[in-house]
């Protein structure tokens, strides 16, 4: 689960996606209304105001620490980055429904049956690992747990990233090179042979490298055109550069 949160983090691909993901969903808005059956049994929404306008306020901050967006978009990270979901339903101290808290899929661990499922309620479904300590255990009815593409031989989601994992390695690899190559890489963009028979000196390559360079550097003009030559003929700012030298 930590190397697939990693690769999220540093794939700069995986974080457009998810960036495109996380701004539609401030374009959601929270529809509540009566189930279809009811209004075909001739249930109307406006006998049901009261109740409506009490579930609306309740998702304004599902868990009581974050508005409905920012708590879907925690979400939608948790299912595309290890489609592990799961959602707390911590109760009033008179038995209702007093918040849904998004906690870490990584830090659960499904407690299989002699079937190898995960068992119902009563009997706990789910062990959690807080800092990779044993910790609470919990039942279907306490937690809810999601995942986007479930597996009958498998308890655990396989996520997107999951699926493309190959791809975001190399492709981060190929980046580090990248940056390597113009970091801590030494390999220059040419190389150029003085002719043998000028039987020119160190001193003197170094000078005509400088000339040409000088020349070049920073003039995309020079750079994109052709300079010609002669064979055995040093390059004319090179002979400038020696006569005021001497």
Same mark, same amino acid.
């Given at each position: 689960?930590?190397?697939?949160?990693?690769?999220?983090?540093?794939?700069?691909?995986?974080?457009?996606?998810?960036?495109?993901?996380?701004?539609?969903?401030?374009?959601?808005?929270?529809?509540?209304?009566?189930?279809?059956?009811?209004?075909?049994?001739?249930?109307?929404?406006?006998?049901?105001?009261?109740?409506?306008?009490?579930?609306?306020?309740?998702?304004?901050?599902?868990?009581?620490?974050?508005?409905?967006? *920012?708590?879907?978009? !925690?979400?939608?990270? /948790?299912?595309?980055?290890? =489609?592990?979901? @799961?959602?707390?339903? #911590?109760?009033? +101290?008179?038995?209702?429904?007093?918040?849904?808290?998004?906690?870490?899929?990584?830090?659960?661990?499904?407690?299989?049956?002699?079937?190898?499922?995960?068992?119902?309620?009563?009997?706990?479904?789910?062990?959690?690992?807080?800092?990779?300590?044993?910790?609470?255990?919990?039942? *279907?009815?306490?937690? !809810?747990?999601?995942? /986007?593409?479930?597996?009958? =031989?498998?308890? @655990?989601?396989?996520? #997107?990233?999951? +699926?493309?994992?190959?791809?975001?390695?190399?492709?981060?690899?190929?980046?580090?090179?990248?940056?390597?190559?113009?970091?801590?890489?030494?390999?220059?963009?040419?190389?150029?042979?003085?002719?043998?028979?000028?039987?020119?000196?160190?001193?003197?390559?170094?000078?005509?490298?400088?000339?040409?360079?000088?020349?070049?550097?920073?003039?995309?003009?020079?750079?994109?055109?052709?300079?010609?030559?002669?064979?055995?003929?040093?390059?004319?700012?090179?002979?400038?550069?020696?006569?005021?030298?001497?």
């Amino acid at each position: 689960f930590q190397e697939l949160r990693n690769l999220a983090k540093l794939s700069n691909a995986i974080g457009l996606c998810e960036r495109a993901w996380m701004d539609m969903v401030p374009r959601m808005k929270l529809k509540i209304a009566l189930k279809p059956e009811y209004v075909a049994g001739g249930a109307d929404d406006k006998d049901y105001q009261p109740e409506i306008s009490y579930f609306k306020t309740w998702f304004e901050s599902p868990d009581k620490m974050h508005d409905l967006h *920012t708590w879907i978009r !925690i979400a939608l990270r /948790e299912q595309t980055q290890i =489609d592990e979901l @799961y959602i707390y339903k #911590r109760k009033k +101290r008179g038995g209702g429904l007093y918040s849904m808290e998004i906690i870490s899929g990584d830090q659960f661990k499904p407690l299989l049956d002699d079937w190898g499922k995960i068992p119902q309620s009563p009997k706990m479904a789910y062990k959690q690992y807080p800092w990779g300590m044993p910790g609470a255990e919990f039942t *279907t009815d306490e937690m !809810i747990h999601y995942q /986007e593409s479930p597996a009958a =031989d498998n308890p @655990y989601g396989q996520s #997107r990233i999951e +699926r493309i994992i190959i791809l975001v390695n190399q492709a981060i690899r190929k980046q580090r090179k990248d940056l390597s190559h113009f970091t801590e890489g030494n390999i220059p963009m040419g190389m150029m042979l003085v002719p043998e028979a000028g039987n020119w000196t160190p001193d003197q390559i170094d000078a005509f490298e400088q000339s040409w360079n000088s020349l070049l550097a920073g003039n995309p003009t020079q750079q994109v055109r052709m300079r010609f030559t002669q064979p055995g003929m040093k390059y004319q700012a090179f002979e400038e550069y020696k006569l005021d030298s001497s």
